[in-house]
């Protein structure tokens, strides 16, 4: 199992990135956890890795206003660990704990769990769940691609060939926000037959905010706001939490898999759902 | 062919080498350096019997491209006790607690087990899951493994080791 | 004077494994070596229109091709165990005319490097006309079904009988019928397969590495293969990353590049990606029981009637009969089951082929009996250990006669033990009697846990034989040389253990040579748990030989009896004097060629061999008592603790031996829950990697898994040694299946793997669900 004949490229600037990926049949590479397996399996053979490991100002973690922004090459290692994300991205920290292993997290970016876009990860969940989105950098210039348009389907996503994703940006959590993963997996770091990622944010005795999205169900993250709404306004009692939980499998159509039948993955979709915020509300409180 | 040239550090030694762009890290540790303790289970990043140290942190050597870690310094199981030292206290650990059967895997478990010590010098089992759950064995049945990072982190806590 | 064996030794294999000094075939590197790949069938069957090479042999980077053109008499895997009724589907190296499954091997390509390799795989043109596949095997055995070979796809059926079953049946107050079912998994070593040919002109003479259990078998193998003399083939095996069967047998790879490496005149090197492992590497264990079960008010099994399929997959291998016929005839186990009429149907289909792994048969036997005495039990409403202790064979009754016998192995006749002892010890450290109450007190807080028992009785210390060579050298120390062939098992170990033990010299001194035929000119290797007991009684009687002989010459020596003599620390005293006293050194001195030989003494040398053929094969046993817990929403199941009571006989190690059994319940936690090979209609593999594939982790296997060892010996060697590599892969997986079905009772289990799935319908379907969300609203 080894790599088709590839070329590699490590620019020192973005501009320098954008040209080479627009200029052949390319492909990004930031961790390359997701990339290199497929590279070995010769299921990807693009002609030229484009490394962004030299390219300067993607690799930040900061505050711009409301919301935080982080850099499409910081290490997801390094996200566990960092103050600020720990801080007001609680859900991120929380979800990046569940991200394969510690031996992945080394080497897997921020930026390339996005952009591979698989169902079973975990941190476009949180990105779908928050409302975030996509800042990418094209021929064109700079645009915002808001999460919610951004996943397209199993591994597709909005971005165009030739653009980058340089940072996901998502809102600051609110005081009294708490985050919490849930995932159903044979092993830990396994793929997921099912999970959901929720952040609740309590004002006084009632949910004022609930975000909740599911992994692994579909083909790609989705997001569960019939739950949401049910939670909204509620006092977050158990009983409210598996009342809105039902909803979770709402109108949602799984891919097949044969160890994982249609109506069971829907089924496991409330449980998800509903332990996931169980653990934010906890955590919220 | 695409070919770069490359200058990395293993094992405290500074290698540079002209290589295909396509070649692993595992592949130019084995092939290159004929440093063969980094072992191939699988290719695709899930047994860890490829993991070296890499700038310091476990990673995988089969899913990582040469080219990628131009700069980088890698410490190997090679690179753990030379010839004639004394084992390390993880190594003697998985010794007498017979943590290994067919070694196969044991390097990889070796050096996140280093790693978790370094950080943790009292894990608990939920911490000895979490940096170990990454490696497969399929001799042990894990048991022993366990009691061998336990041993070791005492050994390590007591200052009988490096 | 018996120290060493017995004592808890550290592995003196380990420092330099430690080191990063192992050396696995991949690691071995040649002068000039080039690098093969295998070009594979990408359809489960097809006819082959033809195959052209041309452009692929027209890149300057290819080194070689070769295919099934290339050989006048294409070699074929031989069937060893087949029986006059067995139709000879046997496999060729390269395929020739049809493909049958994804993954048969159809051209070898040779390039400088893998890269390279790999990249002139697809230069080799295939012209594949598809045919329809056939996977499942009952549908296999339907008219009208693809045929995958000729005439039928039914490779053999194989019948027991003793007693009346279909009148005690009539007459049995109760009847069940059931079908238990086992699926594919496999022995996944966590290193592949793999070879180094290399052909030397001096010499005529092929050396081969491989990945294998039988370096003797090898090579015997590549012999008639590539019509070559016994001392024109060599086989190594280094070290080796895991076997568990997998690499008992010749595969078509280790011929196709011993071919190549004599042809291109330089050593070529294969080693199997894990994709290609997923899909040519031998499978294991996919057959289900179709059972009918006469019993008694109080519990007694008065008949079985058991209807086997097996899917043994395109091809014939090795030892293709074996999981069909241990499946059947070893299925009551430890029980008495006077009447028992067994069917055992042995189907072909579009599967990779199937040979034996860690347990083989012995696992869905074990399985489907215990699934029986536990419903057996549920049904009567009588306590589970109760039932099988009323059905226990007991110790009086031994040897037992259990009438069946196959080809290879003999007639089946358990030696010795005490079931229900160990059924009783098992109990009582898993702490049955008070589980119930700790299982009512969970169900209360909404935690199902359960307890279930696997015990087993599993056919060991296999047959023809084992070499053992025992040597003092002229300085003292001492070499031994072993057919057996070690996978990780610590045989430098434990068979230096039992020659220190003969000779009174420490471990240290004792080094143990095995996996070289040119060392080891006679041998069979390593699997069915074998070498303790075969290989381990030919290492005890050669060093008893050397030592009687040793014995001999130290009488001559000292001028005493040699009766008076005892062994002592490195030599021998006399009895009661330990001052008058003569060292191995000094003894093998007295023998070495270029000195006249004393008085008495005939021959040079202090060597001896021994080819230990033993009567029959032995049966080890045990209990294993797994707990469980099920998560009642997702049906995902959690292994709490695991408790074996483990009879393998007299114990060389017992350290060893508790990492064998806790490794074997492991893969036993896989086949339980976690592993199957799955397969679309098709016929196209659909989890031929390590993420769609669950091998246990670290978090999936019980963190305490208690061995307790019950040393009944068998007389059937010296040390009185049964074999124990198996056994915690045997009973481990019926005891998980129990105890989850205990879990969740009364829900129906009746297959492995319990994925969370499978459990969670089992949960709905016995309406558990429903009261489960009535206890919480």
């Known amino acids: 199992m080894k790599p088709a004949e590839l070329g590699y490229a490590a620019p020192t600037s973005l501009d320098d990135a954008i040209g080479l990926l627009a200029s052949r049949d390319a492909k990004i590479l930031a961790g390359g956890q997701s990339l290199v397996p497929l590279l070995n399996l010769r299921l990807a053979a693009p002609e030229l890795l484009v490394d962004l490991r030299s390219v300067p100002g993607l690799d930040g973690i900061r505050r711009e206003g409301d919301d935080l922004v982080i850099g499409a090459t910081v290490r997801q290692r390094r996200a566990e660990r960092d103050a600020t994300i720990r801080e007001v991205a609680p859900l991120v920290a929380e979800a990046l704990r569940h991200v394969g292993h510690p031996q992945i997290r080394s080497r897997g970016t921020i930026g390339g769990s996005i952009a591979h876009a698989d169902p079973a990860a975990e941190l476009p969940a949180v990105l779908v769940a928050l409302d975030g989105s996509v800042r990418a950098r094209g021929p064109g210039g700079e645009r915002e691609i808001a999460a919610a348009d951004f996943f397209q389907g199993f591994l597709m996503t909005a971005l165009a060939e030739d653009e980058i994703l340089v940072a996901i940006t998502l809102p600051a959590a609110a005081p009294r926000t708490g985050a919490g993963c849930v995932e159903i997996a044979q092993r830990a770091g396994d793929y997921a037959a099912c999970g959901a990622v929720a952040q609740v944010t309590l004002e006084g005795d009632r949910v004022a905010d609930a975000r909740v999205a599911l992994i692994g169900a579909i083909d790609r993250p989705v997001r569960a706001r019939t739950v949401e709404e049910a939670l909204i306004g509620s006092a977050g009692t158990p009983q409210d939490i598996a009342a809105a939980a039902a909803h979770a499998s709402d109108g949602l159509d799984p891919m097949p898999d044969p160890r994982v039948p249609a109506e069971y993955r829907l089924h496991l979709a409330r449980v998800v759902a509903r332990r996931a915020v169980e653990q934010a509300t906890e955590r919220a409180g | ?162 | 004077m018996r120290r060493v064996f017995g004592a808890p030794l550290k592995r003196k294999e380990d420092p330099r494994l430690l080191r990063g000094g192992g050396q696995y075939v991949a690691d071995i590197k040649l002068h000039r070596m080039v690098h093969a790949a295998v070009v594979r069938s990408p359809y489960p069957h097809a006819v082959i229109r033809g195959i052209d090479a041309t452009e692929c042999r027209a890149d300057p980077r290819c080194v070689a091709v070769l295919t099934a053109d290339d050989f006048d008499d294409l070699p074929e895997l031989q069937c060893i165990d087949a029986e006059e009724t067995t139709r000879p589907f046997l496999q060729p190296v390269l395929a020739r005319g049809k493909v049958r499954y994804v993954g048969e091997p159809v051209a070898v390509v040779v390039a400088e490097d893998r890269y390279d390799a790999e990249d002139l795989m697809p230069l080799v043109r295939v012209d594949y006309e598809p045919l329809p596949a056939v996977v499942d095997p009952e549908r296999a055995l339907e008219p009208g079904a693809p045929i995958v070979h000729e005439g039928t796809n039914l490779v053999d059926t194989l019948h027991y009988a003793t007693g009346d079953a279909a009148g005690a049946l009539e007459r049995a107050p109760h009847v069940l019928r059931e079908r238990l079912q086992t699926q594919r998994h496999a022995g996944m070593p966590m290193e592949t397969r793999g070879v180094i040919a290399s052909w030397e002109d001096r010499t005529s003479a092929i050396t081969l590495w491989s990945s294998t259990q039988v370096p003797n078998g090898v090579k015997r193998s590549l012999q008639a293969a590539l019509g070559l003399p016994e001392n024109g083939v060599r086989v190594i095996a280094p070290d080796l990353g895991g076997g568990f069967g997998v690499k008992l047998q010749i595969y078509p790879e280790e011929i196709l590049i011993c071919r190549l490496a004599q042809r291109i005149r330089r050593p070529t090197k294969w080693i199997e990606d894990r994709w290609e492992h997923f899909v040519a590497a031998t499978h294991g264990r996919e057959q289900f029981h179709d059972v009918e079960v006469g019993y008694e008010d109080d519990g007694r099994i008065v008949a079985i009637r058991d209807d086997c399929l097996t899917n043994t997959g395109a091809y014939l291998q090795s030892l293709t009969l074996v999981e069909p016929f241990i499946g059947v005839a070893m299925l009551t186990g430890p029980y008495r089951v006077d009447n028992f009429e067994a069917t055992s149907r042995v189907a072909a289909t579009n599967k990779t082929p199937m040979n034996p792994f860690r347990g083989v048969g012995h696992v869905q036997a074990a399985f489907t009996m215990e699934r029986i005495v536990d419903l057996v039990a549920a049904d009567l409403g009588l306590d589970p250990v109760e039932v099988r202790l009323r059905n226990m064979i007991t110790s009086d009754q031994l040897p037992l006669d259990r009438v069946f016998g196959n080809v290879l192995a003999g007639t089946i006749v358990y030696d010795s033990g005490d079931y229900p002892e160990c059924l009783r010890r098992a109990a009582e450290l898993a702490g049955h009697a008070e589980f119930a109450a700790e299982q009512a007190k969970a169900r209360a807080e909404g935690r199902y846990i359960g307890m279930g028992f696997g015990c087993f009785v599993e056919e060991t210390g296999l047959g023809p034989y084992e070499s053992g060579t025992v040597r003092i050298e002229p300085s003292g120390k001492v070499t031994v040389l072993t057919g057996a062939c070690s996978s990780g098992q610590g045989h430098a170990t434990t068979l230096a253990q039992i020659a220190a033990d003969e000779l009174g010299v420490g471990v240290d001194d004792v080094t143990v040579l095995h996996g070289d035929t040119e060392l080891v000119r006679h041998g069979v290797g390593t699997y069915a748990s074998r070498t303790a007991a075969v290989g381990g009684a030919a290492v005890r009687k050669a060093a008893t030989k050397v030592r009687e002989r040793a014995e001999f010459i130290a009488g001559q020596l000292l001028e005493v009896d040699p009766a008076d003599l005892e062994v002592a620390e490195g030599g021998f005293a006399v009895a009661g004097s330990p001052a008058v006293s003569i060292s191995h050194a000094e003894i093998a001195a007295t023998v070495m060629p270029g000195s006249p030989l004393i008085d008495g003494v005939e021959e040079y040398g202090l060597e001896a061999t021994d080819i230990f053929h033993p009567e029959t094969n032995t049966f080890a046993y045990g209990v294993h008592v797994a707990t469980v817990e099920v998560d009642i929403e997702t049906g995902v199941v959690s292994h709490l603790r695991h408790v074996v009571v483990n009879d393998s006989g007299r114990v060389i190690n017992p350290l060893i031996l508790e990492g064998q059994v806790q490794g074997g319940v492991a893969l036993g936690v896989g086949g339980a829950l976690l592993e199957e090979i799955l397969y679309d209609e098709d016929g196209q593999p659909r989890n031929p990697n390590f993420m769609d594939y669950v091998v246990p982790g670290i978090d999936n296997v019980s963190p305490e898994i208690l061995v307790e060892h019950m040393e009944i010996p068998t007389p059937l060697n010296p040390d009185g040694i049964k074999g124990g590599g198996e056994g915690g892969a045997v009973g481990a997986p019926a005891a998980i299946a129990n105890a989850v079905a205990n879990a969740i009772s009364p829900a129906r289990i009746t297959a492995t793997p319990l994925f969370p799935a499978r459990v969670h319908q089992a949960i709905v379907d016995a309406g558990l669900a429903r009261m489960v969300a009535q206890e919480v609203t």
Not at chain 2, 48 to 70: F, K, N, P, S
């Open chain 2, 1 to 162: 062919m695409s070919s770069h040239t490359i200058r990395v550090t293993v094992n405290g030694t500074e290698h540079e080498a002209t290589v295909p762009a396509r070649l692993t890290l595992a592949d130019f540790l084995r092939e290159h350096l004929d440093l063969t303790a980094t072992h191939l289970g699988c290719e695709h990043g899930v047994c860890g019997a490829c993991t070296v140290l890499l700038d310091g942190e476990t990673a995988r050597a089969c899913i990582t491209l040469v080219a990628q870690v131009d700069g980088a310094e890698i410490v190997t199981l090679e690179g753990i006790a030379a010839d004639g030292e004394e084992l390390h206290p993880v190594q003697q650990a998985f010794w007498d607690r017979h943590g290994m059967q067919c070694g196969f895997c044991t390097p990889g478990f070796i050096l996140s087990t280093i790693e978790l010590l370094r950080e943790h010098p009292d894990p608990t089992r939920e911490q000895i899951d979490e940096a170990l759950g990454g490696h497969l064995c399929r001799c042990t049945g894990y048991v022993k493994i366990v009691e061998a990072v336990d041993q070791a982190a005492e050994r390590l806590r007591a200052g009988s080791g490096r």
